[in-house]
C-alpha cells in the first residue's frame, strides 16, 4: 500500500511552492521569433542534499545534471562553467534570502538555478527555484514530491516552467519522437524520448514500415508498411493492442493526423493515380480532397487544420501545394528548383519546413506558407531529408548523411545548433515530433 501511494504521488509530481505571479510568464526574457538569438547564461549548480544521506546526494546530484542538460538542449541558454563559481552551492541558501547576486553576475550569469533534495522515509522532496540575477528577484520556485528516482521528471517538469518564465512557451518536454531504423536487419518504428532517450522498438512486421505520423492526442501513430507485400497504412494504439486499417485497394502512404481531430489525410491510389483523402481514425474515407492528373501525395496540416500543404506533380516535377479545406482551393506554393518534397507545417503556423534538392544535394528549407523566398537551414553536409517540427516550434528534427550513414539530427527553428540526436546500429529516417503527451 505504501509502495503504491508513493507510486501515485511519483506519477503527479505534486507541488506548487513559491509560483511567481502569472504576470512574470508574459515577460519575455527570449525573444524566440529572432532568428539571431543570444543564448543567455545560466548557472545550475549541483543541488544541495545532507551530506549524511548518500540517496539525496545521489538524486540532487542527477537532478541538476538532467537539468542543465536539458537546458543547453534547448538552444537558448548558454551554461555557465561550475569552475568559474565563486560560491560554493553546497553553502549557499538555495531560497535566495542569503544569495549574493554580485557573485552571479560576475562570472556572467543573468540566471540562476538553485535546488535542494531531502528524503525521509524513502520519499523525495525537490525544492527548486529560478532566479534572474541581474534584477535580483526570483522568477519560479516549485515543490515536488515523489521517490529519490523522480529525478527525470523532476528536472523535465522545472525546465518546463524554465522556459515558460522565460520565453513564454511551454517547450517539449513532454514529447516524444517516432523514427525509422533497419538496424534489427529490417526497416521497423521506433519511439524515443525528446532527447533521443529511451528507445523502444514500435513496430515488429520483420517488413518495412515508414511515414510515422502521431494522433494530436499522442495515443496513435498511423503509418506504412509493407508487411502484407503492399504499401498499405496501419493505425495502431500506442499503449494498447488495438490497430485499424483502410480498407482500399491499391497504394496507401504517409498519412498525417488532422490537428484536434480522430482524422487523418492520406494518399490512396483505389480510384487511379495516387491523390489524397479524409480518413476517420478508423481508416474510413470521408472524402477526396485532391485531384489532379499527377499524384499527390505527403500531407501536412496547418495548427487549426483549416489548410493542408502536399506534394504534386501536376506541373511535372514534385512541388508544394496548399489546400483550403473550407474554399478547397489549391495553390501552388514552391516555385524554385525541381524537387521539393517532405513539407512539415510548424505548429506556430508560420513556416512550412521541407526537403529540396539543390546542386544534386538534398537539404532543408522553410518558406512562409503564404508564399515567399525559401530559406535554406542545411548546407554542404551531405544529403538532409524528412524535417519535423518539435510542437513548440522551437526546434527541427531530420535526417541527415554527413556522417555517412543517415542518423537523427536536430537543429533550431533557423538551422543553428546542429547535432545528432542518437546513435543506433543500422541507419535511421523518417522522424515525426509528437505533441507534448503524457503517458498516452
Not at 75 to 101: C, N
Not at 178 to 206: M, P, Q, W
Not at 208 to 234: C, E, N, V
Request: glycine fraction near 8%; aromatic fraction near 12%.
Amino acid at each position: 500500500m505504501i509502495r503504491s501511494r508513493l507510486m501515485f504521488v511519483s506519477a503527479v509530481l505534486l507541488i506548487w511552492l513559491l509560483s511567481w505571479p502569472a504576470a512574470a510568464a508574459q515577460y519575455n526574457y527570449i525573444d524566440i521569433s529572432n532568428p539571431f538569438l543570444r543564448k543567455t547564461p545560466i548557472a545550475v549548480p549541483i543541488f544541495k542534499a545532507a551530506a549524511q544521506d548518500p540517496a539525496a546526494m545521489e538524486a540532487a546530484k542527477a537532478a541538476s545534471a538532467l537539468l542543465e542538460y536539458y537546458l543547453d538542449f534547448t538552444g537558448y541558454f548558454s551554461i555557465s562553467d561550475p569552475g568559474a563559481f565563486l560560491e560554493d552551492p553546497q553553502l549557499m541558501d538555495i531560497s535566495g534570502a542569503g544569495i549574493r547576486y554580485r557573485n552571479w553576475t560576475a562570472i556572467g550569469a543573468e540566471l540562476l538555478v538553485t535546488g535542494g533534495v531531502v528524503i525521509r522515509d524513502g520519499d523525495a522532496e525537490f525544492e527548486l527555484r529560478l532566479f534572474d540575477t541581474v534584477k535580483e528577484k526570483m522568477l519560479v520556485g516549485k515543490r515536488y514530491r515523489g521517490s529519490p528516482d523522480d529525478h527525470r521528471q523532476v528536472a523535465r517538469r522545472f525546465c518546463s516552467e524554465v522556459v515558460f518564465a522565460i520565453t513564454g512557451s511551454r517547450g517539449f518536454f513532454d514529447s516524444k519522437l517516432a523514427f525509422v531504423s533497419n538496424g534489427s536487419g529490417h526497416k521497423e518504428i521506433y519511439l524515443c524520448e525528446f532527447d533521443g532517450s529511451n528507445i523502444t522498438r514500435f513496430t515488429h512486421h520483420n517488413s518495412i514500415s515508414l511515414f510515422p505520423d502521431w494522433s494530436s492526442d499522442g495515443r496513435w501513430i498511423a503509418y506504412t508498411t509493407y508487411a502484407d507485400k503492399w504499401p498499405r497504412i496501419r493505425i495502431q494504439h500506442v499503449r494498447e493492442n488495438r490497430t485499424a486499417r483502410i480498407d482500399k485497394p491499391g497504394l496507401q502512404v504517409a498519412p498525417a493526423w488532422v490537428p484536434g481531430k480522430f482524422e487523418l489525410a492520406a494518399s490512396l491510389s483505389f480510384s487511379g493515380d495516387q491523390e489524397i483523402y479524409l480518413l476517420t481514425g478508423n481508416g474510413k474515407v470521408i472524402k477526396r480532397l485532391t485531384g489532379s492528373m499527377g499524384i499527390d501525395v505527403e500531407p501536412t496540416w496547418s495548427p487549426d487544420g483549416r489548410r493542408m500543404a502536399f506534394v504534386s506533380k501536376r506541373s511535372g516535377n514534385p512541388q508544394l501545394y496548399i489546400y483550403d479545406s473550407v474554399s478547397s482551393r489549391v495553390q501552388r506554393l514552391t516555385f524554385e528548383g525541381r524537387y521539393n518534397t517532405q513539407p512539415s507545417w510548424s505548429p506556430k503556423g508560420d513556416r512550412i519546413a521541407y526537403s529540396a534538392m539543390n546542386n544534386g544535394v538534398i537539404d532543408i528549407f522553410t518558406i512562409n506558407p503564404e508564399g515567399g523566398e525559401p530559406v535554406q537551414l542545411t548546407e554542404n553536409q551531405g544529403s538532409n531529408e524528412a524535417p519535423t517540427w518539435s510542437p513548440d516550434g522551437s526546434l527541427i528534427a531530420f535526417s541527415s548523411t554527413r556522417e555517412g550513414k543517415s542518423r537523427l539530427y536536430v537543429m533550431t527553428a533557423y538551422g543553428t545548433d546542429q547535432r545528432r540526436l542518437l546513435t543506433l546500429p543500422g541507419e535511421q529516417s523518417n522522424p515525426k515530433w509528437s505533441p507534448n503527451i503524457l503517458n498516452p
